[in-house]
């Protein structure tokens, strides 16, 4: 017989981080796991949101993890499987029993299905596809033959739908006589005979207008309808532009199929975020905290290989002016400061264009005004730290030719990191090129060599 201790959640204090799971609240769960109290753990667990019980999963180690979902067993939701990273997801899905796993699955709305089959291994997929009805089987199955990242696999088939002569009386008692509503749904959609869509009509407005009107006179002013096999990122750009709650996908005959929601066209947001941010970094765009240190460490070697080629290059031309450097000590002091300055000014131009391509704020039509403006920016930093350093050499060095080559150099890199930081991501989305994936490595390729070049170069044509 297991006894069951005496454990409760501690209430947050003001220290706590806001919407965090309390640390005190994990360590409680994972006693009872350690216990072998399934009471307790369920009774810990059950006012957790999904997202708080994923972030736990992936928070706690291995052995814990399989302990804590054997125990939880048949408690387990499906919403926690949408929210898992998806090295976790498997691996928790290998974990629970196939009848608790098929239970999980069927709560979910088509479109998280779809997610959470898209990158398990066959065997696992036809595992879940066995638990699901066959009229749900066919659905997931024919989402499951759109295109990588399309719109038919990021909408749902559940869709709430009704004639366009239909008043809001008739739709009104539609739904409430309908067992197999969506759990959430945001608009009514208005199909004409052929089920193409005409409108779309918001719940609200739906609730507070009178039996006999028509929804036909209530639909929503902006109407976008999305072509299943439009890419998920023109997709969730759609949605963050047109500040769109739902939209109608069609097929190629422009038929009603399902429904894309915000929360789904927001999620590829900022998945799309994310691998920008890892990319600029040279991390991989599916680093994760759960992966191993060798999947980290083959994600990352590769892009500090290229940084190790693009580092020789700059050693290359350092190498040019030995004889000035051993003759100048003073140049070998000050050469790594032009460098760190035009990297840093070329990253931060790097940064807002890779950002503005992504919003496509950055178009071929204001792609000009923007490299001037970047420019300008460079050549008025590059003055003014210019003259800080032309003083610091003249301070240190107490040489006045020293402090106007290193004036004059520091304004030739600060204007090519200004030039390179946005001229290079223009080219590379021009060329069919992630920007974030490739134009660190040359926006730091340029600072280095231009900025040792000049400095050095003039240095040897001045002072020797």
């Keep these: 017989m297991v006894q069951e201790p005496d454990i409760a959640p501690e209430p947050e204090t003001e220290d706590d981080d806001a919407y965090a799971l309390s640390p005190r609240t994990i360590a409680a769960i994972l006693e009872a796991v350690e216990a072998g109290a399934r009471e307790t753990l369920v009774a810990l667990m059950e006012p957790l949101h999904a997202a708080d019980i994923a972030d736990m999963l992936e928070q706690i180690d291995a052995a814990d993890r399989a302990a804590l979902i054997r125990l939880y067993d048949r408690e387990f939701d499906g919403e926690i499987l949408t929210e898992l990273d998806e ?10 029993k196939p009848e608790v796993l098929a239970e999980a ?4 709305d088509s479109d998280d299905v779809v997610d959470l089959l898209e990158d398990l291994e066959a065997e696992q997929r036809d595992s879940i596809l066995g638990a699901l009805t066959d009229r749900d089987r066919l659905a997931i199955e024919q989402s499951l033959e759109f295109p990588d990242y ?7 088939r559940e869709v709430v739908m009704a004639p366009e002569h239909w008043t809001v009386g008739e739709a009104i008692d539609y739904m409430r006589a309908t067992e197999d509503l969506p759990d959430q749904f945001y608009h009514v959609i208005l199909v004409d005979p052929r089920m193409k869509p005409v409108g779309k009509v918001a719940l609200g407005k739906l609730m507070s207008s009178p039996r006999p009107v028509k929804l036909s006179d209530i639909t929503d002013a902006s109407f976008h309808v999305i072509p299943v096999t439009r890419p998920e990122a023109d997709v969730a750009y759609a949605f963050n532009q047109y500040h769109l709650i739902s939209a109608p996908v069609v097929d190629e005959n422009e038929r009603l199929v399902g429904v894309i929601t915000i929360d789904d066209a927001m999620m590829v947001l900022d998945e799309e975020h994310e691998e920008d941010i890892l990319r600029l970094a040279g991390v991989g765009e599916e680093s994760s905290l759960s992966d191993t240190a060798l999947e980290t460490t083959r994600q990352r070697f590769p892009w500090l290989a290229v940084n190790l080629a693009t580092a020789i290059l700059a050693s290359l031309v350092i190498a040019q002016f030995e004889a000035a450097i051993a003759q100048i000590t003073a140049l070998a002091v000050l050469m790594p400061i032009v460098a760190s300055m035009g990297g840093n000014a070329g990253t931060q131009s790097l940064t807002v264009a890779v950002r503005a391509l992504a919003t496509r704020d950055l178009t071929g039509s204001n792609a000009w005004r923007v490299i001037r403006r970047e420019a300008a920016v460079g050549l008025i930093m590059g003055v003014a730290f210019a003259v800080v350093m032309g003083i610091v050499g003249l301070i240190w060095f ?3 030719t020293l402090g106007w080559v290193i004036f004059a150099a520091m304004i030739i890199n600060m204007l090519a990191a200004a030039l390179a930081g946005i001229g290079i991501p223009i080219v590379l989305e021009k060329l069919r090129v992630d920007p974030a994936l490739a134009s660190g490595t040359f926006v730091t390729t340029v600072t280095d060599v231009v900025g040792f070049f000049a400095f050095l170069g003039l240095a ?5």
């Excluded at 399309?150 to 749902?156: E, T």
């Design 87 to 96: 090295g976790i997801r498997e691996e928790v899905i290998r974990i629970l």
């Design 150 to 156: 399309s719109a038919g696999r990021l909408m749902q």
């Design 460 to 464: 040897s044509a001045v002072l020797l």
């Design 398 to 400: 107490g040489s006045t």
């Design 105 to 108: 699955v069927r709560e979910l």
